[in-house]
């Protein structure tokens, strides 16, 4: 992967309404990303990278989401094939989104010069490169998932708000990962529900 040339990667706005899927009793908090620099995820190796950073993940529809958070397993495509995961509850939240300058790493795979990726590379595993040791059968490659420092090129370039992602779990519709620190004052993410004595609450970032 070309790390070099992500501040040659599309660049477009985001003005839309995106979804978070999170724990009932996290309703209050849903907007929350502190946990971002402890643990690892796709795009951010967590405390391990030079610079840790925040982060936030959305998706393009409540579907996507409940398979990102393996709220649902199964396969969309085929009818009966989607089983709910039983070990806990979830709500799904509506964000609005309103950002200037989001990576469009969709765009960057159509025109793979400008990364050297590809889909398979940008979906496919990312866990393993913490996993594997000499102690395992399998023992390289380890260390920083590619994806993660993708993830790390685009927040320490300063350039992007956030960046547009193929979902790996329904890999023909789109995630958006968000920076919170690389916002612009003017743009947000923001939620709105009705609190149980039926007050309106609004959360936002940053």
């Not at 908090?29 to 796709?42: I, V």
């Not at 190796?45 to 925040?54: I, L, R, S, T």
């Not at 159509?110 to 496919?124: K, M, V």
């Not at 380890?142 to 992602?165: K, N």
Request: aromatic share 10%.
């Amino acid at each position: 992967m070309n790390l070099s040339a992500v501040a040659e990667i599309p660049c477009r706005p985001v003005v839309a309404t995106w979804y978070r899927a999170i724990k009932p009793q996290h309703l209050a908090s849903a907007l929350n990303y502190s946990h971002a620099r402890l643990a690892a995820s796709r795009y951010c190796a967590g405390p391990v990278v030079a610079e840790p950073f925040d982060i936030l993940y959305l998706a393009e529809t409540p579907e996507v989401v409940l398979f990102e958070v393996e709220a649902q397993f199964g396969s969309p495509s085929v009818p009966g094939g989607v089983v709910a995961n039983p070990s806990g509850s979830w709500i799904i939240i509506n964000s609005q989104v309103q950002l200037s300058k989001v990576a469009d790493l969709t765009d960057a795979v159509r025109t793979p010069e400008i990364l050297a990726t590809t889909a398979q590379e940008l979906t496919g595993d990312w866990k393993g490169y913490s996993l594997r040791s000499d102690r395992t059968s399998v023992s390289a490659p380890v260390g920083i998932a590619p994806t993660q420092a993708l993830g790390a090129a685009l927040y320490a370039s300063g350039a992007f708000e956030g960046f547009l992602a193929i979902s790996a779990k329904m890999p023909y519709q789109k995630v958006l990962g968000v920076f919170p620190n690389r916002m612009a004052e003017r743009n947000f993410v923001r939620y709105t529900y009705s609190s149980a004595a039926g007050q309106m609450q609004s959360f936002e970032i940053p």
